[in-house]
């Protein structure tokens, strides 16, 4: 079924075009049916956070960014949702911090696969791991589809960027003693809470920042990477994000009661 299209002059717009984007992912097969549903999810906590970026995203977009240029063997993991919402700036960021990008998805079939790497090709990518041509290992503390990663891949990387993750899998790359970069819309979630690096923002906003970050910081010295990193405090930046939350719907309060005092 055509989606129709969004009004240019309509109030949601821009959120209504994202919501485009991954129903389109969905009718393609890139986007799982419960990738519609996490999508929803994300919506409502990028309502709550007033669909913006925040200080405290943009500093840790730049811890994350630090932790990709300074690793040994960098990886961003790539699903449905993320695929279908910036496959573009996937490939941008994979090619500027050399982090090569690995499909690795919580609701496999091989059609998907197929799809999603049509669509990165599409977008530029030239290698990509976690396809079932490919070596793969297992994580032992997984039990999902997840647990099968390239043994190139996501096995044997130090550094892992997790798009729009489960808590399962960020607590047990961790547990394997690799840093995790979540983006995540939800500061409360298991992801946001057990990654290294919480970017609370939406994949959308957040990835061409990234880039420009990348861009910024390439040639810095890795001394200087791994202080961006190491004064990176994710338990403040998460407790921030849950305030930034509280008091942008306190604003909203007022504003309601400044109408009721107006009628
Ligand atoms: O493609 P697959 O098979 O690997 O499946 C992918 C999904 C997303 C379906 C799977 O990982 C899943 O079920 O994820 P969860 O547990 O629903 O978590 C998704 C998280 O992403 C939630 O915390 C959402 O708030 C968040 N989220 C949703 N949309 C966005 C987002 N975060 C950033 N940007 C978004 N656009």
Same mark, same amino acid.
């Given at each position: 079924m055509k989606s129709p299209t969004v009004p240019p002059d309509h109030p949601r717009r821009v959120s209504l075009e994202i919501r485009e984007r991954v129903i389109e992912g969905h009718e393609k097969g890139i986007v799982a049916t419960a990738g519609l549903l996490a999508h929803g999810r994300g919506e409502a906590f990028d309502y709550m956070i007033g669909e913006k970026t925040t200080e405290r995203a943009r500093e840790a977009a730049r811890a994350g960014v630090a932790a990709l240029l300074?690793?040994?063997?960098?990886?961003?993991?790539?699903?449905?949702?993320?695929?279908? %919402?910036?496959?573009?700036?996937l490939v941008a960021l994979?090619? @500027?911090?050399?982090a090569p990008l690995e499909i690795n998805l919580f609701y496999y079939t091989r059609e998907r696969e197929d799809a999603i790497l049509r669509a990165l090709r599409?977008?530029?990518?030239?290698?990509? @791991?976690?396809?079932?041509?490919?070596?793969?290992?297992? !994580?032992?503390? %997984?039990?999902?589809? #997840? #647990?099968?990663?390239?043994?190139?891949?996501i096995a044997k990387a130090d550094t892992v960027l997790v798009p729009l993750e489960d808590g399962d899998r960020t607590e047990a790359l961790r547990a394997l003693g690799k840093l995790v970069i979540a983006i995540d819309l939800n500061p409360m979630s298991r992801t946001s809470v057990k990654a290294s690096i919480s970017v609370v923002d939406n994949i959308v906003r957040i990835l061409p920042l990234m880039i420009d970050y990348a861009r910024e910081m390439k040639d810095m010295p890795k001394k200087r990477l791994e202080s961006v990193v190491s004064t990176f405090d994710n338990k403040a930046n998460l407790n921030?994000? !849950? #305030?930034m939350i509280m008091?942008? @719907?306190?604003?909203?309060? #007022?504003?309601?009661?400044?109408?009721?005092?107006a009628i």
């Open positions: 300074s690793a040994i063997h960098p990886v961003i993991s790539v699903n449905g949702n993320a695929c279908a %919402l910036a496959p573009k700036e994979s090619e @500027l911090t050399n599409k977008a530029g990518a030239k290698g990509v @791991l976690g396809t079932h041509d490919r070596p793969s290992s297992a !994580i032992p503390e %997984l039990s999902s589809n #997840r #647990r099968k990663v390239d043994s190139e891949g921030d994000s !849950i #305030r008091n942008h @719907l306190e604003s909203e309060t #007022r504003q309601d009661d400044d109408i009721s005092q």
